[in-house]
Structures are given as structure tokens and as C-alpha cells.
């Protein structure tokens, strides 16, 4: 079956503008146009918003979404499995939040008493499980089961001064990245040492044992993976995944 552009936008309940949009980036190209100009869409389209409007739920960014919305047969149902892992990460990490608010409320009501360290252990939980869901196959890949499972339980372990402090450094690390793409920063100059340096800072938080080689090593995955380039690129512009990456192999 084919649809037109207001008949698959009104199934899934996007826009026509949306669709639009997609076909202009080379997100969702039509099965085919029309003489008269008109776009229709196959099963192989609606297979892929589909693909799409998962993905874009968990929040993530169009250009990370791109390969994934291609993908068919055994490659798609590992997508879609990967997807599913996601969501119930996500699942998890919103009832931790619920408990957690739920003991806040009891205690303002003069009940149950609260532990610090359990006012902020969902947070760093949901940042654990987020980070498990999108990057951690390919973590234990190149690191093994055993460096990653240490890095979560280091994280998990973080006092709240220590997690703000993780937290502000990456900031501190987008906003140098984002000055150095923008005035075209060499990798091995100035700012690059200082991005090496701050990303160095931020792995020592949860990294138990901080290795040079490791560092690089990591680097070198944000410019292979494409969801870790998107990480970057969204959050300090195009071009700051190749940027941290090269700033790491030069001075790490």
C-alpha cells in the first residue's frame, strides 16, 4: 500500500511540514514522486518512521538517527532490540526518580528521613543506565565487561559534590570545545591541550585507573561511532568530536 504525504503524516501523527523535512535532509526520501510532483511512501517508509519516531522518543538526535532509520531485516531487529534495552532503561531510571520523589514527599511531611546520598543516587543512576543503553555494548567491547562495570560502580559511588563536579567539568568541556571549532583552534595548540585536559578530568571521576592509551583510544571511538560524534556535534557544534578527538591523540 502507498500513502501520500497528509495520509502517512495522519497515520503517525506528524506533520506534513515533519515528512517534509525529512525527505529534505535525506532522512525519509519517498518510495517515489509522482509526474505531478506528489510523494508517496511504501512499506519500506513506514517501516522507517516508524524507526524513526523510537528513536526520536529517547531523544535522540536526527543525524544519530540516520543510519540507524535505514537499516533492514537481522539489522533492524537488533536496532529494534537495542531500542527496546533503551526503553526499559529508561523505564527503570523514571522509577527510581518516582521513589526517590516520593520519600522527598514523605519526608517535607515529617515521615520517613532521608539519607543525602539517597537524595542523589537516582540521578547518577539514570545517567548509568542511559549511558548502558546507548554506548555500553561497544564500551565493553573495547574496554571489557570488568573496566566498565568499575567505571558505573565509581560513578554510583560519587559523592554530590563530586557528581556536580563531573557534571560542570563536561560543561566547562562543551563550551571549550565550542570556542575552538569556532575559531578553527589547532588540535595540538593551546585549547586543544586544555580539552585534553579537561576531558582528562572528567574520566577521572569514574575511570579507577586513569591510562593515557585508554584515553586516546576513546577518543578515537567518538569519531568512529557515530552516536558519540552526535553527542558531541549537537552539544558544542559540528566539527567538536574531531576536534576532542584530535586534541586527545596530541597531547594526551
Known amino acids: 500500500?502507498?500513502?501520500?504525504?497528509?495520509?502517512?503524516?495522519?497515520?503517525?501523527?506528524?506533520?506534513?511540514?515533519?515528512?517534509?523535512?525529512?525527505?529534505?535532509?535525506?532522512?525519509?526520501?519517498?518510495?517515489?514522486?509522482?509526474?505531478?510532483?506528489?510523494?508517496?511512501y511504501g512499506p519500506a517508509q513506514v517501516d522507517a518512521l516508524q524507526s524513526i519516531l523510537f528513536y526520536r522518543a529517547l531523544g535522540m538526535p536526527l543525524a544519530q538517527i540516520r543510519p540507524l532509520a535505514a537499516l533492514r531485516g537481522e539489522a533492524r531487529l537488533a536496532a529494534l532490540r537495542a531500542h527496546r534495552a533503551a526503553l526499559l532503561a529508561r523505564r527503570d531510571a523514571l522509577d527510581s526518580l518516582l521513589s526517590t520523589l516520593d520519600k522527598t514527599i514523605e519526608q517535607?511531611?515529617?515521615?520517613?528521613?532521608?539519607?543525602?546520598?539517597?537524595?542523589?543516587?537516582?540521578?547518577?543512576?539514570?545517567?548509568?543506565?542511559?549511558?548502558?543503553?546507548?554506548?555500553?555494548?561497544?564500551?565493553?567491547?573495547?574496554?571489557?565487561k570488568?573496566?566498565?562495570?568499575?567505571?558505573?560502580?565509581?560513578?554510583?559511588?560519587?559523592?554530590?559534590?563530586?557528581?556536580?563536579?563531573?557534571?560542570?567539568?563536561?560543561?566547562?568541556?562543551?563550551?571549550?570545545?565550542?570556542?575552538?571549532?569556532?575559531?578553527?583552534?589547532?588540535?595540538?595548540?593551546?585549547?586543544?591541550?586544555q580539552a585534553a585536559q579537561l576531558h582528562k578530568e572528567w574520566l577521572c571521576f569514574t575511570w579507577p585507573h586513569y591510562s593515557a592509551a585508554a584515553h586516546r583510544g576513546l577518543a578515537r571511538l567518538y569519531v568512529q561511532d557515530e552516536r558519540f560524534?552526535?553527542?558531541?556535534?549537537?552539544?558544542?557544534?559540528?566539527?567538536?568530536?574531531?576536534?576532542?578527538?584530535?586534541?586527545v591523540e596530541a597531547n594526551a
Do not use: W
Open 146 to 193: 570488568e573496566a566498565v562495570d568499575a567505571a558505573n560502580a565509581r560513578l554510583m559511588g560519587l559523592s554530590e559534590g563530586q557528581f556536580a563536579q563531573m557534571q560542570a567539568a563536561e560543561q566547562r568541556l562543551f563550551g571549550l570545545l565550542r570556542e575552538a571549532v569556532s575559531q578553527n583552534a589547532a588540535p595540538g595548540g593551546s585549547m586543544g591541550r
Open 1 to 40: 500500500m502507498e500513502y501520500t504525504v497528509k495520509q502517512l503524516a495522519g497515520l503517525a501523527g506528524v506533520s506534513v511540514r515533519t515528512l517534509h523535512y525529512y525527505d529534505e535532509i535525506g532522512l525519509l526520501p519517498p518510495a517515489r514522486v509522482t509526474q505531478a510532483g506528489y510523494r508517496l
Open 229 to 247: 560524534t552526535a553527542y558531541y556535534d549537537s552539544a558544542a557544534g559540528a566539527g567538536a568530536a574531531q576536534f576532542l578527538c584530535s586534541a
Open 108 to 144: 517535607e511531611k515529617g515521615g520517613v528521613s532521608m539519607q543525602d546520598t539517597e537524595k542523589f543516587a537516582c540521578f547518577k543512576q539514570a545517567l548509568v543506565q542511559k549511558n548502558e543503553a546507548q554506548y555500553g555494548a561497544e564500551a565493553r567491547k573495547a574496554y571489557g
